[in-house]
């Protein structure tokens, strides 16, 4: 073995390097698994989700976009975003959803991104909202501006994975309030992920209602429940 062989055998075990989508510890000079092939397999068109049912009530987004369904190894990718401290994933994440935009033709159609908000408590336990972290990378991107500020979570809501359609619905309602500077503008909301669209719709109220001329959503994977 030589010298520098024996270099990365020792870099190897002390600072394992993983595959940002699924997890799985690499050689140090890898840089990819081989898992890209499962990532394309849950990659979806271009085209706006289907419009959700709200159980009657109406979808206020003019369009939801999404780059994967919410399968592996991109679902494992956004829990450990999420919850396991690792907001460096939000970058690559933030190129997938830069990539979607291009290819949606979403560019010229919105004047501002706001990501989805978290509850003052919950971003201070968390210490980062992922949602911001994607959205100021694809703000670069995009040449727009990002404005975190103008849209506010107002209170608690319980983590919604655990919920069935009419459990979300509830769970969002009136949760949400936004800034009167997004009166007349064309606003992008960015989420990680879309389930029934619930959290979506609740945010486009708000800034609807505060006077933004349109909303749409794009996000990271969707996973449209019965």
Known sequence: MTLQNAGWRALDVLFPKRCAWCGKVLGF???ACGCDKSREAVRL???????????????FPIGAWACFAYE?????????MKYEEEPALAQPLAQELAQKYDAS???GQFDVLIPV???PKALKKR?????ALMAGALAVHAGLPCEEAALRK????????ALDRAGRLQNVRDAFTAEAGVAGKRILLVDDVFTTGS?????AKALQAAGAAACGVLCVAASLIE
């Open 72 to 80: 592996e190894p991109v679902r494992g990718m956004i829990l450990r």
């Open 127 to 131: 210490g980062y909202n992922q949602c």
């Open 154 to 161: 107002t209170r608690h809501t319980e983590r919604q994975m």
């Open 117 to 119: 908000p978290m509850t």
């Open 105 to 107: 033709g979403l560019a």
């Open 29 to 31: 000079t890898a840089d």
């Open 199 to 203: 959290t979506a719709n609740e945010c």
């Open 45 to 59: 068109p271009n085209a706006p989700l289907a419009t959700p049912d709200l159980e009657g009530e109406a979808f």
